[in-house]
């Protein structure tokens, strides 16, 4: 019973993508999570276009300005406008967050799938090799990665991705194991198709929805690690407006302009609200279980 | 429903009790002079955790504000003086060759008496531990008596501008006996006029005055003085909390707070300002190697032109622009620099412009590198933003000061190095870093070349004789006029204190001395 | 069941050997001079080589690497850290207290309201008291731990003057840490045992103890909760040791001397012992908490305990 749904699914992906967003849109948190997401993507895609501002034009007469007419979200210590800044450094966070989770997942799902499939020593040495890289906190890999590569775009991409693979890893290796003794896989290999074939073709589609729910919420969570990173002087570095960077700027300014630390923040905890609905709402609408 | 409503009850009783608790904190208490005449408790605000106390000290910010309270040397720095302090004075036997006598009443906190054995102890333990830096010119020393002991260089030491500087005036001498007993990194026993209560590395230092100080009152230096009986470092690393605990009361005096609650305070009659020009020196240092993008000259001097001094100290609160690689109070500066029209003074995008057509300038790609200091970094953004403006294509490469250093040390992957120095009392000094060929070991700069004419009038300049005016600025006309560097601000160290403090008593690097200081009352 | 505990402990072993040597190699490649940090920019090569040797870090890899297995392993001794000139372990020991304050109270805040949180917010599935519940709990998630504890900074301190900005002078200066480092777990735990509620909801003994008769209030306390927290507990280990190892921002924050900042500052400036001990330290802390998570879980459920001795055999029988 608890297998059902899956089995149940459709062999064409685009209906079943579209199946899956018209049951996750029917939780009303989840379609508020959608509706701002959207939003926000949006925003930060046509947003820089549509201000008078350029993204490092200052204005060193109208530095830590408040919130005005002229700059919603008002400028920095440099006298740059916030809102700009917040719109372009948008597109850098996301795009952050989302190459993360996809790189962590696809490398999560791709040992995971041949751990979980192969099985006998290849699982044995693979799983062995995740328990040791879990072992040292993901934080503190993430701060000893990023420190060892050196800042910029890329190399916080891959220091904040190396953490979340153990975790990847697991679940989907849990998956798999869940769905190896099916029917459908005795009789794809009953008919000699190649095993990387199987893999990739016939049971991956079956198991990867929680790695999907899995990667929706680690986008946010890396938006939040990457502020982290940038605070403690690692991470993304100015001038590139991401969030994190801006926050990590703005820190020294909060006694007397706290907007400049502000208005990031808010950006990154709506972004990171949105993407979790979204996840959950996700979740549910994947969740077998819960389809009847 | 009624428990709940006792729950409530109870919470809000808690919450009322609390901020009565700790809301009774906040009121200044008047400074406390005890009857031997000295302030009870000075608190002051720390950025940088010293992390240990041993007796070396080369690079930790922390540290440099309490290591000579603790800790004497056989002299202070003064200028290119040497003030005696555990010495009585020094005897120059021949040119490589110096006695020193030191007092024979010294003793450290713990009541050991000091003798000339202690004395070529502690430098042999200095050279030991590999901490020794600028020894260069040290070559042994020996006990020629109970309290005189024999210096042998391998060069005069009086020739060359702050030769003996951390040979006697950063080598901490301490006894033999208390270095075998003890951990000095976490309880150090010096001679100084203070000893340490208490350290919690991290958290906070507690220095009590040294009760067994072994100089008399009269002979003591002011900046050795125990004016206060206890002083309490707190190190608190981010500024904007370190301006809360100035308001709060519960740190007396801060060198390292948001620069923007400057007016507050100076409004505020409880509180001094202060403002004094420093001893930073931060510039872009040109990567000149062969064959790099920076090794033509007009391009370097095209970028210069581009970037405006004035501009940069305006967006950064706490900078003056720079005219040469160095600050108003040091000896060898000349305030006619700041008159002279040169890159430094003059911001011209059209002359920039012109410079860099000449050098045959075509958008090839300059990587500014820098620290990820919040000052540098907001210098460095508009350092590019003002280069983006004028048509280079600039891109930053801001690290951990590590990474940074790292790759400064290579001679490629960097064009221009956003960097900061420091000095004791002398421009020359200062300009070491950027001039003197022998540190890195490659026969070059620090921006990788090597210039005979440079090198002469640089070691000409570094001597006490040859400091002087003319060669001063024969030295400035060959760096600006090949365009090596451009020193962009300087600083100016601004400190906030409670009125509990009345003279604030500063040592040559301008460090804050508590003990040295006058208080209300006193 | 002896047996498996034997390998388990085992397992801890190689495992903290391998996350030896992976930070060891981690960090021999990771740029930055320590010997050069020590001394500061004015050091000429000359007397940087010379610290290097100091350091013993002009000696080959293997070298380096094998003294250093050869201490940690066998001497247990982490070494000294070049920068604190005090035993990596000692300081351990003096800053420990701090990170375990803040993380054990966070860790209980985090389980009694987390737990509180999330069976209301099951037992109102579908409610608006469900919906409040969770997107408190999502607020709290999403926000940065630095920007909360700042922001906090401004209100609390500075603003309202109730609590002081920074150390761990008073009984006082932890509640501002504790709360920035407990309100993401709370809202972690809180979602988790909602789901793992609403999981035993519906599975079927729930059903038949409804079909029993029996009162609502003893479904949930008696079959719900007990079953709903297994996937708790297992969640537990990993959460505190990420909390102690998680700690380094809020410390860095607060300016606390604890074991995060101390590991921070190790990698800042270079201090490869500090960082080795830490990673060692932190290695072995979330080995053992796991270990004993997972046998806790073993002792608990006999299902559990079936599958392992179990799945040992097979184990063995595959090898």
Redesign the interface.
């Known amino acids: 019973m608890a297998n059902s749904g899956s089995e149940k699914k459709a062999p064409k992906k685009k209906s079943m993508f579209l199946e899956t967003l018209q049951r996750t849109v029917k939780s009303?948190?989840a379609k508020l999570g959608a509706i701002l997401f959207c939003l926000i993507v949006l925003a930060v895609i046509i947003g820089p276009y549509l201000s008078p501002y350029k993204i490092d034009q200052f204005d060193l007469l109208n530095t830590k300005a408040k919130p005005s007419a002229a700059h919603p979200f008002g400028t920095d210590a440099l006298g740059r406008d916030i809102l700009v800044r917040i719109l372009y450094g948008g597109r850098y966070s996301l795009s952050l967050g989302i190459l993360t989770a996809l790189l962590g997942s696809a490398v999560g799902v791709v040992i995971g799938s041949v751990a979980g499939y192969f099985g006998?020593t290849t699982e044995?040495i693979i799983m062995?090799i995740m328990?040791?890289w879990?072992?040292?906190?993901?934080?503190?890999l993430c701060?000893?990665?990023s420190?060892?590569l050196?800042t910029g775009f890329g190399n916080t991409i891959l220091a904040l991705a190396v953490g979340g693979v153990p975790g990847g890893v697991r679940l989907q290796r849990a998956q798999i194991l869940r769905e190896r003794g099916k029917e459908y896989l005795e009789a794809a290999e009953s008919i000699n198709c190649p095993k990387t074939k199987i893999m990739f073709k016939h049971l991956l589609p079956n198991v990867i929805s929680p790695t999907i729910v899995n990667a929706t919420m680690t986008i946010?969570m890396t938006i939040?690690m990457a502020?982290?990173l940038s605070?403690?002087?690692l991470g993304v570095q100015p001038p590139t407006p991401e969030w994190?960077a801006m926050?990590a700027d703005g820190?020294a300014d909060?006694?007397y302009s706290?907007h400049i630390?502000?208005f990031p923040?808010l950006c990154?905890?709506?972004?990171?609200?949105a993407i979790?609905?979204l996840g959950?709402g996700l979740r549910d609408a994947l969740d077998p279980?819960l389809r009847s | 429903m009624k428990k709940a409503k006792q729950y409530a009850a109870l919470i809000v009783a808690l919450v009322m009790v609390?901020?009565l608790?700790?809301?009774n904190?906040?009121a200044f208490a008047a400074g406390n002079v005890l009857d031997n005449g000295r302030l009870e408790k000075f608190t002051i605000g720390m950025a940088n955790?010293p992390?240990?106390l041993?007796p070396w000290n080369?690079?930790?910010q922390g540290k440099n504000l309490v290591w000579h309270q603790i800790y004497e040397c056989l002299f202070d720095n003064d200028g290119a003086e040497y003030v005696p302090i555990l010495a009585k004075g020094y005897t120059v036997v021949d040119p490589t060759t110096v006695d020193v006598e030191i007092y024979d009443y010294i003793q450290d906190s713990e009541g050991n008496p000091v003798t000339a054995d202690d004395v070529v102890y502690s430098y042999q333990v200095l050279v030991d531990?590999?901490?020794?830096?600028?020894?260069?010119i040290y070559d042994s020393i020996e006990k020629t008596g109970d309290y005189t002991v024999r210096f042998h260089f391998k060069e005069d030491p009086f020739v060359a501008i702050g030769s003996l500087e951390f040979i006697w005036g950063g080598t901490a001498i301490f006894t033999k006996a208390a270095y075998e007993a003890g951990?000095f990194?976490?309880a150090p026993v010096g001679t100084g006029p203070y000893k340490v209560a208490s350290y919690?590395?991290?958290?906070?230092l507690v220095l009590e005055a040294n009760e067994n100080y072994w100089q008399t009152d009269e002979l003591t230096a002011d900046t050795h003085k125990r004016t206060v009986q206890t002083v309490e470092y707190?190190?608190?690393?981010?500024a904007?909390?370190q301006?809360?605990?100035l308001?709060?009361g519960?740190i007396e005096y801060s060198n390292s707070f948001d620069m923007a609650s400057l007016a507050d305070f100076e409004a505020n009659p409880n509180y001094t300002v202060k403002q004094s020009d420093g001893n930073f020196v931060y510039s872009l240092l040109a990567n000149c190697y062969e064959g790099g993008l920076m090794a033509n000259e007009d391009l370097r001097k095209a970028v210069y032109y581009a970037i405006d001094n004035t501009m940069i100290a305006a967006a950064v609160t706490g900078y003056n622009p720079a005219y040469g690689a160095g600050t108003n109070i040091f000896a060898d500066y000349d305030p006619a620099w700041e008159t002279e029209e040169n890159y430094m003074t003059v911001y011209d995008v059209d002359l920039a412009k012109e410079y860099a057509a000449k050098a045959g300038y075509n958008g090839e790609e300059i990587t500014i590198i820098a620290m990820n200091d919040e000052d540098i970094k907001n210098m460095a953004t508009i350092c590019k933003a003002l280069l983006d403006m004028a048509g280079f294509n600039v891109t930053l490469n801001i690290g951990?000061?590590?990474?940074i250093?790292?790759?400064s040390n290579q001679n490629t992957g960097w064009d221009l190095y956003l960097m900061y120095?420091a000095s004791g009392g002398f421009c020359i000094s200062l300009s070491?870093?950027f001039f003197d060929d022998?540190?890195?070991?490659?026969d070059m700069t620090l921006g990788n070349f090597t210039d005979e004419e440079l090198r002469a009038a640089y070691n000409l300049c570094n001597t006490m004789e040859g400091n002087n005016k003319e060669n001063m600025d024969k030295l400035r006309e060959i760096w600006i006029g090949k365009g090596y560097l451009d020193p962009l601000v300087v600083n100016v160290n601004y400190s906030i204190y409670s009125n509990a403090l009345t003279e604030p008593c500063y040592d040559n690097n301008l460090n804050f001395v508590p003990g040295g200081s006058t208080y209300a009352g006193q | 069941m002896g047996r498996y505990v034997l390998r388990r402990i085992l397992?801890v072993i190689?495992?903290?050997i391998?996350?030896a040597f992976?930070?060891f190699t981690?960090?021999y490649?990771?740029?930055?001079?320590p010997?050069?940090?020590?001394?500061?920019?004015?050091?000429?090569?000359?007397?940087v080589?010379?610290?290097r040797?100091?350091?013993g870090l002009d000696q080959p890899y293997l070298v380096q690497l094998g003294n250093f297995m050869y201490n940690t392993f066998l001497r247990f001794d982490l070494g000294n850290?070049w920068?604190?000139?005090?035993p990596v372990m000692q300081?351990l020991g003096?800053?420990l207290p701090y990170t375990v304050t803040i993380g054990g109270i966070s860790m209980i805040l985090n389980v009694i309201i987390g737990l509180l949180l999330g069976i209301f917010a099951a037992t109102h599935e579908g409610k608006w008291q469900d919906?409040v519940a969770?997107?408190i709990a999502?607020?709290f998630?999403?926000?940065?731990?630095?920007?909360l504890g700042?922001?906090m900074?401004?209100l609390f301190?500075?603003k309202l003057?109730?609590?002081?900005?920074?150390?761990?002078?008073y009984w006082?200066s932890f509640i501002m840490p504790i709360i920035v480092s407990s309100i993401a777990g709370i809202a972690v735990n809180a979602r988790q045992t909602r789901s793992s509620m609403l999981?035993v909801f519906?599975s079927d003994y729930i059903t038949t103890a409804r079909a029993k008769g029996q009162k609502e209030k003893v479904v949930v306390r008696k079959h719900m909760l007990p079953n709903a927290l297994m996937p708790i507990i297992t969640s537990l280990g990993t959460a505190f040791?990420?909390i102690v190892?998680?700690g380094?921002?809020v410390e860095?924050?607060?300016?606390?001397?604890?074991v995060g900042?101390?590991?921070?500052?190790g990698?800042?400036?270079?201090d490869y012992p500090v960082?080795r001990g830490?990673?060692i330290f932190?290695?072995l802390f979330?080995?053992i908490a796991m270990l004993l998570v997972d046998l806790a879980y073993a002792f608990v459920d006999p299902r559990i305990k079936a599958q392992y001795s179990a799945s040992a055999a097979g184990?063995r029988k595959?090898a």
């Not at chain 2, 919690?200 to 906070?204: A, E, F, N």
């Not at chain 3, 998630?141 to 920007?147: A, L, N, R």
Request: aromatic share 8%; hydrophobic share 45%; net charge negative.
């Open positions: 009303p948190s006998g044995t062995r328990d040791i879990s072992s040292i906190p993901g934080m503190l701060l000893l990665i420190a060892s050196g946010g939040t502020a982290t605070y403690i002087g994190g926050l820190k909060i006694l706290p630390i502000a923040g990154i905890a709506l972004t990171v609200l979790n609905l959950d279980r | 609390f901020t608790f700790v809301g904190g906040t955790d992390q240990e041993a080369p690079n930790n531990s590999g901490y020794a830096i600028k020894y260069g951990n990194a976490i919690q590395s991290g958290s906070k707190d190190i608190i690393t981010e904007a909390s301006t809360v605990a308001n709060t519960s951990d000061l590590n990474s250093q790292t790759i120095c070491q870093a022998t540190i890195n070991g490659d | 397992m190689v495992i903290m391998a996350a992976v930070i981690i960090l490649f990771t740029p930055g001079d010997a050069k940090n020590l001394l500061g920019a004015s050091a000429t090569a000359e007397e080589e010379n610290m040797h100091v350091l850290s920068t604190y000139s005090v300081e003096n800053r919906s969770m997107i999502m607020v998630i999403s926000v940065p731990d630095f920007w700042l922001m900074i401004v301190a500075q003057k109730w609590l002081p900005p920074y150390g761990v002078q006082y999981e519906r040791t990420s190892a998680g380094a921002v860095s924050v607060y300016s606390i001397p604890g900042l101390y590991m921070l500052t990698i800042t400036n270079r960082v830490c990673v932190f290695a979330t080995s184990k595959g």
